[in-house]
């Protein structure tokens, strides 16, 4: 009884999302879509622990959102799609659960590699990704290759990703540049320093949405996000559709972006 009860409101939940899905796509204009879209994915545990189901459960269900939302970006026609899949912290969290998103990272890259190319979808990933498992490792460089020349989406995956971080590491080789003769220090500017990045030859994101209910930027691309919109929602990473997304769009589109200039008439 309890069971139909659910399967009721979710058919009803469904519809009332498709409906608002279509309404939203109508009021998009897709002349003025965002180049390049970040996502925090967050709020896997707590929905998981909500329901009385183990966080694993929580992670699991964040890559059918992840499934859901990198096929709405490449159909909508975003060129670039950045997400925060595992932070330079999150090496603090138990062994198990590390373990547990290093095995959903690579299931997903090897199930899901076919209907990517196919959407010719590039996959990228920014981090210090040679510090991570080596099966880690070995499926995103493979993954890489196997979608290098593809043109349509690119989908950045964040991994063993720290925004100050990165910050150090373009210093240090810029350091190294100078030192070697090969940079003059009066000409280190800030597209110099953008080209040192994991982002390099990557636009700014434009729109930078966290779910979840928390309000941070939590060390995710610090440098480039100097001047994204930001979108707040919520709804938990495993409850995010593509309903949300295009909510997320619409408002981006509502909004005037200035870059520290004047409103324009
Ligand atoms: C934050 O939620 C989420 C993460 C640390 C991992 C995000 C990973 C996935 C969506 C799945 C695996 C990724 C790929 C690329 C296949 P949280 O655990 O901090 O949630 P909480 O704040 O509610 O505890």
Excluded at 34 to 47: K, V
Aim: net charge positive.
């Amino acid at each position: 009884m309890v069971r139909s009860w659910l399967g009721f409101w979710k058919v009803r939940r469904d519809k009332n999302e498709s409906e608002r899905a279509e309404e939203l796509g109508k009021a998009i204009d897709y002349d003025r879509l965002p180049i390049h879209i970040a996502i925090i994915m967050d709020g896997n545990g707590r929905w998981a622990t909500r329901r009385g189901l183990p966080r694993a459960m929580g992670h699991r269900a964040g890559v059918e959102s992840l499934r859901e939302i990198v096929k709405a970006c490449s159909s909508l026609g975003i060129k670039y799609l950045t997400v925060y899949a595992f932070s330079t912290e999150n090496w603090k969290r138990p062994a198990e659960e590390v373990n547990i998103l290093m095995d959903l990272l690579v299931e997903y890259l090897e199930k899901e590699i076919h209907e990517l190319h196919e959407n010719n979808v590039r996959i990228k990933a920014i981090g210090r990704i040679d510090e991570l498992p080596k099966k880690a490792r070995e499926a995103l460089y493979r993954d890489e290759e196997y979608t290098r020349k593809n043109s349509g989406l690119t989908l950045n995956l964040a991994l063993n990703y720290g925004g100050r971080n990165e910050i150090v590491e373009a210093v240090k080789r810029i350091g190294r540049e100078i030192a070697g003769d090969k940079l003059n220090p009066d000409e280190v500017t800030e597209e110099v320093i953008a080209g040192y990045l994991y982002t390099a030859g990557i636009p700014d994101p434009d729109l930078l949405i966290r779910p979840s209910g928390e309000l941070r930027i939590s060390n995710f691309l610090l440098w480039q996000a100097a001047y994204s919109e930001f979108w707040y929602s919520p709804v938990l990473w495993p409850d995010f559709r593509k309903v949300h997304l295009l909510e997320a769009i619409v408002d981006y589109q509502r909004r005037q972006r200035r870059f520290g200039g004047l409103k324009t008439k």
